[in-house]
Each structure stands twice: as structure tokens, then as C-alpha cells.
């Protein structure tokens, strides 16, 4: 006799395209129907690639007909457009356009693994973006490790909510900004399953006020699990910079980040690799975590290596200060024309 338990047993070792979670975990699964030995499993989803659910139906009939006995296997798919916020408005990044009204280009800053300094970029480039006279947002997209906060200096702001119950954003250094470190104390952990976790981003980016943007800048979490597909099925992304360290281990993370984007088709804008050397005051460089990995990934993916920035001290104090570098004049400090060149060629890209 044939169980639910043994069908979604099997169907846990699918794994949603290009991400480290299954199609159960992700609740992509919304029934399962046992007669006798045959079986029906009805899949819910949100996607204009068709290779998505194929991938997933091919992968769910094999492990499936792994089960001794099973008759036979029907896999019942309803699948459906990204949600758009507006009628009318193309939730298609091929479109060239947003999905969040207002807001001409959205861009997500990802990496495979924690700790590559990820969000160090994410807010040194919305601010460079700022000033080189283009409005900018940036989106805290990470809500168990949130940086934003604590790098803008707004740590004891609070967002407010306007009449209609929209979010609105908090401002600092010329630049729109939502964080979970805006909502809760800094010793205070954010402790909720996937679902909340995604309504919670979904909030952020369909229930804030942004206004009218030329860039909003998405900080992801690290890895490729639930809150990255709810990002890619809620909006369209314009593309996505992926940031690494040099070392291989950062590097088999990074590869992971970018197969997630490649399947859902997101735009590999180019690589940055973080923390490329140290170079001590008598001017000696010292490829502390190996030299090179950068831009030779971005080779393997045929992408440009955007920008290498070296471990610089001034550049983490000024993050924990709340003064990121990019403030700084990029004519008198090295760091801050770095991310300027890092916005320029990132602007030049998106709106080739």
C-alpha cells in the first residue's frame, strides 16, 4: 500500500531550479491524492520559465517511480504569473521594466555564502549610486543577520506607516532605506519559520512607500533558499551582482548564487570580489585569502569582474560607524572611488 508519507518523502529530495530547498519545504506542494497504488500530487507555483516545472516534473516522476509498487504517477501543475502589484504593470525583467511602480531598475547584490561583505557592498553601491545624481532605495532583504541599519548610522530610527498602512522608509545619506534592524533592538533575534520570513520581504518591497527611483538595491541573505525565490517571483530583477572572496571556499558558494539566478533567469551583471588583499602603509600588497578566484569566476561565467576591493580597516570602521566609505570624496580616498567605479559600471550595464 502506498503512503502520503512515502510520496512526500520522495518529493523532498526535489529541489526547487537552481535553489538548496526542495519543493516540499517550499510548500510548492498543495495535495496529495492515493488510490490503490496510483497517485495524484497536485504542485502550485509562479514562474514564466517553462523549463522550471518541467525540470521539477521530470525530477518528481523519477523519484517517484522509485517507489516499489507505485502504479501510476500523475503530477498535476497550476501554474501561475508572478504576482504584479498593479494591473497592467509587466512583472517580466525582459520587459526592461519593474514590477514595483516608480521604480525604474532593480538590483540584487547576492552571494553563496556569509561573511564576503555582502551588505558592506550592497550600501557602499546604493550610496555611490547616489552620487552620481541617480535616486536610490536599498532594500535589507536579510532578516535574521540585518546590516543595513547599523551601516546607514540609523540604528535608533523607526520606520512609520502612512494613512493608507504603507511602510515608510527610512532616509539616510541621501538614500531610502527598510531594514528588520530598524524594527527590532540589536540584541533582539528575529525568530520565524520561511512563510513569515517571505510575507515579511514581500512587505518590504510591495507595501513601501520607495516613490520615484532610478535604482533600488536588494541585500539578500546568503545561500539561495526561501526568501531568494520569493524575491524573483515578487519582482523582476534587472540583474544581480554576485560578491565573493577569493578563496575557492567562498568561490563554491558563489558558483551556487549564480546557477540561482541563471535558472530564473536574472541577469549576471558581474562579479565583485571583496577583501582581495591588504596592503600595509609601506604599500606592499598581501593576497590575504588567495589571488585572483575574482575574475577567474568571472571568466568561467563570462562576466565582468565589476570591481576588486582590497580589506581595508578605515572601510570596516567606517561600516561600523555608520559613515560608509563611498561618502567620502572619491578624489582624496581610494576605497570610495572604487565603489564609484563599481556604480558606474553597474549603471552602465543595467541601462545599456
Not at 54 to 62: C, Q
Not at 200 to 228: E, H, S
Not at 313 to 329: H, I, M, N
Request: aromatic share 4%.
Amino acid at each position: 500500500m502506498i503512503t502520503e508519507e512515502q510520496i512526500r518523502e520522495k518529493l523532498a529530495g526535489v529541489n526547487y531550479p537552481g535553489f538548496s530547498r526542495d519543493i516540499i519545504s517550499f510548500g510548492l506542494v498543495k495535495g496529495i491524492e492515493v488510490s490503490g497504488d496510483d497517485v495524484v500530487v497536485k504542485i502550485s507555483m509562479a514562474t514564466k520559465d517553462a523549463a522550471i516545472p518541467k525540470e521539477i516534473h521530470d525530477k518528481a516522476d523519477a523519484a517517484l517511480k522509485e517507489i516499489a509498487g507505485i502504479g501510476k504517477v500523475t503530477l498535476d501543475f497550476d501554474i501561475t504569473d508572478p504576482p504584479e502589484p498593479v494591473a497592467g504593470t509587466p512583472a517580466s525583467a525582459s520587459a526592461g521594466q519593474s514590477s514595483i511602480p516608480g521604480i525604474k531598475k532593480i538590483i540584487a547584490v547576492g552571494s553563496g555564502k556569509g561573511g564576503v561583505g555582502k551588505s558592506t557592498v550592497s550600501t557602499n553601491l546604493a550610496i555611490a549610486l547616489q552620487r552620481s545624481g541617480a535616486k536610490v532605495g536599498l532594500c535589507d532583504c536579510d532578516l535574521y543577520g540585518p546590516s543595513v541599519a547599523m551601516m546607514l548610522g540609523a540604528t535608533d530610527e523607526q520606520p512609520l506607516a502612512n494613512e493608507n498602512n504603507e511602510i515608510l522608509p527610512i532616509e539616510a545619506h541621501g538614500i531610502k532605506a527598510i531594514s528588520m534592524g530598524f524594527l527590532i533592538s540589536d540584541d533582539s533575534p528575529v525568530i520565524v519559520r520561511g512563510p513569515l520570513a517571505t510575507r515579511y520581504v514581500q512587505q518590504f518591497l510591495r507595501q513601501c512607500v520607495w516613490g520615484d527611483l532610478d535604482y533600488l538595491i536588494l541585500d539578500l541573505p546568503p545561500g539561495t533558499g526561501d526568501i531568494q525565490l520569493t524575491i524573483v517571483q515578487t519582482v523582476a530583477l534587472d540583474g544581480a551582482v554576485i560578491v565573493t572572496t577569493p578563496q575557492e571556499i567562498a568561490l563554491i558558494d558563489a558558483r551556487k548564487a549564480s546557477a540561482m539566478f541563471e535558472k530564473v533567469n536574472v541577469p549576471i551583471l558581474g562579479i565583485v570580489e571583496n577583501m582581495a588583499w591588504f596592503e600595509c602603509n609601506h604599500g606592499e600588497k598581501y593576497p590575504i585569502f588567495g589571488d585572483g578566484g575574482g575574475e577567474k569566476e568571472a571568466e568561467r561565467l563570462g562576466v565582468p569582474l565589476l570591481a576588486q576591493i582590497p580589506l581595508d580597516v578605515e572601510t570596516r570602521y567606517r561600516c561600523d560607524r555608520g559613515e560608509p566609505v563611498a561618502v567620502l570624496d572619491p578624489e582624496t580616498d581610494e576605497i570610495s572611488k572604487i565603489f564609484r567605479g563599481l556604480a558606474g559600471e553597474v549603471g552602465d550595464i543595467v541601462n545599456a
